[in-house]
């Protein structure tokens, strides 16, 4: 298996542009992570999905950020309008069981966005 | 409040030393905690995890340590390689709302 697969790698934009991060699970893996790293705040979790239904979305910092998960084999982050403080690096995780038992999520290997 | 804390921030030694990074949290009821390593540019990938019975648990060079009662989780890197430098991030799930709540990590950087 390829791991987690992320796309693209790096985006740069402009404030109030639209902002598209895609990601590809693990076959077989039911739940689905998307996470935020920056400097200042370590890493956080936004959002995570369950066979493709959105669980857990309290980490979605406001209305601006939405996920999907239209299928088993594919999720996407978006950012409308995006602003300058949502530059970071955007990590998708896969996972075959929940937190709250020991398991590993499977990292990608990230996008980093950068909003000028 | 469901928090880790992890010291030190970032933490410079030479090739061949050892070090101890240290993890405190108040996440409550524990389940288990994980210690993953983030390599510059790539995604954290997990060292080890460990549920309230164990003590202690080992990864090659990389030996992690819990005490549950005083809530502290210890990471020790032995005889430390170049390729050790990275980010260490704690991390603790919960198990009532399912959480997971991540310390910001600490910064290792190995000199030759």
């Known amino acids: 298996d390829a791991g987690v697969i992320q796309s693209p790698r790096h985006e740069v934009t402009e404030m109030g542009q639209e902002v598209t991060l895609r990601c590809k699970p693990i076959?077989?893996?039911?739940?689905l992570f998307w996470y935020r790293q920056t400097m200042m705040r370590g890493l956080e979790l936004l959002i995570y999905f369950n066979n493709n239904v959105p669980i857990d979305d309290s980490g979605m910092p406001e209305d601006r950020f939405s996920a999907k998960m239209p299928n088993a084999s594919f999720s996407t982050l978006k950012i409308q309008p995006s602003e300058p403080r949502d530059s970071a690096v955007y990590f998708c995780?896969?996972?075959?069981?929940?937190?709250?038992?020991?398991?590993?999520?499977?990292f990608g290997p990230g996008t980093r966005l950068l909003v000028l | 409040k469901n928090q880790v804390e992890q010291s030190p921030q970032s933490l410079i030694i030479l090739e061949g030393k050892n070090c101890t990074l240290q993890?405190?949290?108040?996440?409550?009821?524990?389940?288990?905690l994980r210690w993953y390593k983030q390599d510059t540019g790539r995604g954290p990938v997990s060292l080890t995890i460990m549920t309230f019975s164990e003590n202690t648990k080992s990864n090659g060079r990389y030996t992690a340590t819990l005490d549950a009662d005083t809530k502290q989780s210890s990471l020790h890197i032995t005889a430390s390689q170049l390729s050790d430098s990275a980010s260490y991030i704690c991390v603790v799930p919960t198990t009532i709302d399912d959480k997971i709540i991540f310390g910001k990590g600490t910064r290792l950087h190995i000199l030759p």
């Open positions: 995780a896969s996972s075959p069981q929940l937190a709250g038992g020991p398991e590993t999520q499977y």
């Open positions: 993890c405190n949290y108040t996440v409550s009821p524990f389940s288990n």
């Open positions: 076959s077989g893996h039911d739940y």
